[in-house]
């Protein structure tokens, strides 16, 4: 039986079913991504703008439709937060690809995440699902969703300001600053659920 790390930051009413609508959107949400990545390397930025503008639409459709007709799941908990990591680091590779911004910020950005991968493999390990997510991470991450919007509506012809590429810049910084102290506290709170669970088995 999986363990979650708080139930506090998990629906009670959680359950383990896999086909809900909430869980049908999520997917077709992550089926988008690569199409968005695609139209952002090819320089069609109206129409990537349109696709995102819809992916977050479809975010919040979903997380209504859990709530409202109680179709949460411990799938559609895990499928959300893919689906933005995905969804940042897809597009991130596109404007990278583009020169639109530079290598470094695709590294810390994928370096980041590659570490969150491992260290849920391994709290699997011990039956322990996803971490809740914490301040630094919602902060960081819609840091970085501003940052590609404004990058790419920076790309366009009739919005291509250097303010609003300085204010995207910004909002890079301080998003991969924060992703990354997020995944510090991540590593914290697992290395404590790791050694709680190592003493009751010394125990047992």
Not at 67 to 93: E, H, M, W, Y
Not at 153 to 165: A, D, E, K
Request: proline residues 3%; contains cysteine.
């Amino acid at each position: 039986m999986v363990k979650f790390a708080s139930s506090r930051e998990y629906s009670p009413a959680a359950l383990n079913r896999v086909f809900t609508v909430p869980n049908l959107i999520s997917f077709l949400r992550i089926c988008s991504i690569p199409y968005l990545a695609w139209l952002i390397a090819k320089h069609n930025m109206v129409l990537a703008l349109l696709v995102l503008a819809i992916s977050a639409l479809s975010d919040c459709v979903d997380g209504y439709i859990a709530r409202r007709f109680n179709q949460v799941s411990k799938l559609g908990q895990i499928l959300d937060p893919i689906a933005d990591r995905l969804l940042i680091v897809c597009s991130t590779l596109a404007l990278t690809f583009t020169s639109i911004i530079p290598w470094w910020t695709l590294f810390l950005v994928l370096a980041r995440d590659i570490i969150m991968a491992i260290l849920i493999v391994i709290l699997a390990q011990y039956d322990y699902g996803p971490l809740p997510v914490n301040f630094m991470g919602k902060t960081g991450t819609a840091l970085l969703m501003l940052f590609i919007v404004l990058l790419m509506i920076y790309s366009t012809s009739f919005m291509h300001t250097q303010i609003i590429y300085a204010f995207a810049i910004a909002c890079g910084i301080w998003g991969i600053v924060l992703y990354w102290i997020a995944g510090f506290l991540y590593v914290k709170q697992a290395c404590m659920l790791l050694s709680n669970s190592n003493v009751i088995s010394e125990r047992e």
